[in-house]
């Protein structure tokens, strides 16, 4: 098996616990604090991580793994967070040579812009899927709260997953090869 491969395949497993361990903590720590409602959505974030941080061909892969462990914790499908996760991907690809993570901040804020992204998507295939509107517009109104806890947990996370992945200062893992 090629090493960056098998690299790649243990990073994953060990990432794929990390997302199981977070989103175990989400679905049993909210209901107990009265939150029903709400669930932070780890998944979104661990993909941003993922497409941000990581130059392979295998992110499609990696995108779709992520999400189908999240649907054992959720009754939303997998398939519109693989869709979606692989358009910011695409998007992602584009830009990813003008963003530096140098500071809190800044992975904070393209954290978030990237989750609004995710959130447009989502809900465009939602409504192609003929979602009713109060459902979207309830979608909408419980993503602010959730996208700005992920956007102040990701520079957290986001070290958590660079020690993971033997991540660069600059972030951009493959690049050499």
């Not at 909408?140 to 956007?151: M, N």
Request: aromatic share 14%; hydrophobic share 60%.
């Amino acid at each position: 098996m090629n090493a960056q491969l098998r690299h790649i395949i243990i990073r994953m497993f060990v990432t794929l616990l990390v997302l199981i361990v977070l989103e175990t903590l989400a679905s049993s720590l909210f209901p107990m604090f009265g939150m029903t409602r709400y669930r932070i959505p780890f998944n979104v974030l661990i993909v941003l991580y993922i497409t941000f941080k990581l130059r392979t061909p295998w992110i499609p892969v990696m995108v779709f793994l992520v999400q189908w462990f999240h649907s054992i914790f959720t009754v939303e499908g997998w398939e519109i967070g693989t869709i979606a996760g692989v358009f910011v991907a695409i998007v992602v690809s584009y830009a990813k040579d003008l963003m530096h993570f140098s500071s809190v901040m800044i992975t904070m804020v393209l954290t978030q812009v990237f989750q609004c992204v995710w959130l447009a998507v989502v809900i465009g295939l939602l409504s192609l899927k003929g979602a009713e509107n109060f459902y979207l517009l309830d979608k909408f109104w419980r993503f602010i709260p959730e996208s700005l806890i992920l956007s102040i947990l990701s520079p957290f996370l986001f070290s958590i997953l660079d020690k993971i992945w033997a991540s660069s200062e600059r972030g951009m893992l493959g690049d050499d090869g």
